[in-house]
């Protein structure tokens, strides 16, 4: 079994990436399951296979310890490492293909807190990857397009698994997709768009960060999708059986090449 995280800022896409993999793999002979991480979500576009609600109830949080919406959020990212053999038995008692997990919202709840980490270094599965979601939305300006690869990159330190970046919304924003295609594959491209800022400060502070990102090997092509039209899910599907298959390919050239 295999486990694909997706990680990304609230309304990104998260969860309906997840409905559109579950739906991908499934129409291709495979068997995926969906596990939602997400205590504080009302209502979700797939049913979860596998649900952290069914462990950790933020109303009841809320009552007995007489914690508001946030604190009882937070008190709920927190406790998800705590139900990780609960729902480990779970998963593996549908003894899937995939697991896909859909992350809580609030992506400094889950990534940059213990529990969130914790969960997935210990969560069992042979090959593990994390899809990080650019909401095309938001990144469509240089600057924005440089601060959310910041937080790529720091969510993978975070992480410590292998990485996806992954362009969502790409049917909202045809006329931008080219130039944050390229600022993707390209670093000088962002710096050139990254002139065109006015505010001169955060213009320099981009360019080093596009640079030192670049340097430290961050910097990575997006892969474009759109969930609506599921325009670009057949080149992501590709690119984590690459991943995923690693280890197989790894075994395959020892084998033959010693
Ligand atoms: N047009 C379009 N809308 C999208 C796409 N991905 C997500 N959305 C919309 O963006 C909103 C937030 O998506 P959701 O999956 O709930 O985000 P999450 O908070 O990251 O789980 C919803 O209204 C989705 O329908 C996309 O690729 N194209
Ligand atoms: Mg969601």
Do not use: C
């Given at each position: 079994?295999?486990?694909?995280f997706?990680?990304g800022?609230?309304?990104?896409g998260?969860?309906?990436?997840t409905s559109r993999?579950?739906?991908?793999?499934?129409d291709?002979q495979v068997?995926?399951?969906?596990?939602?991480?997400d205590?504080?979500v009302?209502s979700?576009?797939?049913t979860?296979?596998?649900?952290?609600r069914?462990y950790i109830?933020?109303?009841?949080l809320?009552d007995n310890?007489?914690?508001?919406?946030?604190?009882?959020?937070?008190?709920?990212?927190?406790m998800i490492s705590t139900k990780?053999?609960?729902?480990?038995?779970?998963?593996?008692?549908?003894?899937?293909?995939?697991v896909?997990?859909?992350?809580?919202?609030?992506i400094?709840?889950?990534?940059?807190?213990?529990?969130?980490?914790?969960f997935?270094s210990?969560?069992?599965?042979?090959?593990?990857?994390n899809?990080f979601?650019f909401?095309?939305?938001?990144?469509s300006?240089?600057?924005?397009y440089s601060?959310?690869?910041?937080?790529a990159s720091?969510?993978k330190?975070?992480?410590k698994i292998?990485?996806?970046?992954?362009?969502?919304?790409?049917d909202?924003?045809?006329d931008?997709l080219?130039?944050?295609?390229?600022?993707s594959n390209?670093h000088?491209a962002?710096e050139?768009?990254?002139n065109?800022?006015?505010d001169?400060?955060?213009?320099l502070?981009?360019?080093?960060?596009?640079?030192?990102?670049?340097?430290?090997?961050?910097?990575?092509?997006?892969?474009?999708?759109?969930?609506?039209?599921?325009n670009?899910?057949?080149?992501l599907?590709?690119?984590?059986?690459?991943?995923?298959?690693?280890?197989?390919?790894?075994?395959?050239?020892t084998?033959?090449?010693?």
């Amino acid at each position: 079994m295999d486990a694909i995280f997706i990680t990304g800022t609230a309304g990104s896409g998260k969860s309906f990436l997840t409905s559109r993999l579950l739906q991908w793999y499934k129409d291709h002979q495979v068997f995926p399951v969906s596990l939602n991480l997400d205590p504080g979500v009302i209502s979700l576009p797939y049913t979860p296979d596998v649900d952290v609600r069914d462990y950790i109830d933020i109303n009841t949080l809320m009552d007995n310890y007489n914690l508001g919406p946030n604190g009882s959020l937070i008190m709920a990212n927190d406790m998800i490492s705590t139900k990780l053999e609960d729902i480990q038995n779970e998963i593996d008692n549908l003894n899937p293909d995939y697991v896909i997990v859909d992350t809580p919202g609030q992506i400094e709840l889950f990534a940059f807190r213990e529990s969130g980490p914790y969960f997935i270094s210990n969560f069992l599965a042979d090959n593990k990857v994390n899809l990080f979601i650019f909401d095309g939305v938001v990144v469509s300006s240089p600057i924005n397009y440089s601060s959310i690869s910041l937080l790529a990159s720091s969510v993978k330190l975070r992480l410590k698994i292998a990485q996806i970046n992954v362009l969502t919304k790409r049917d909202l924003i045809i006329d931008r997709l080219k130039d944050v295609l390229e600022w993707s594959n390209s670093h000088f491209a962002l710096e050139f768009a990254l002139n065109n800022e006015k505010d001169l400060e955060r213009s320099l502070l981009s360019k080093d960060l596009a640079k030192s990102m670049s340097k430290g090997g961050f910097m990575q092509t997006l892969l474009a999708v759109s969930n609506l039209t599921m325009n670009g899910i057949i080149n992501l599907s590709a690119a984590l059986d690459r991943i995923l298959n690693q280890d197989q390919v790894e075994e395959i050239k020892t084998k033959y090449e010693v």
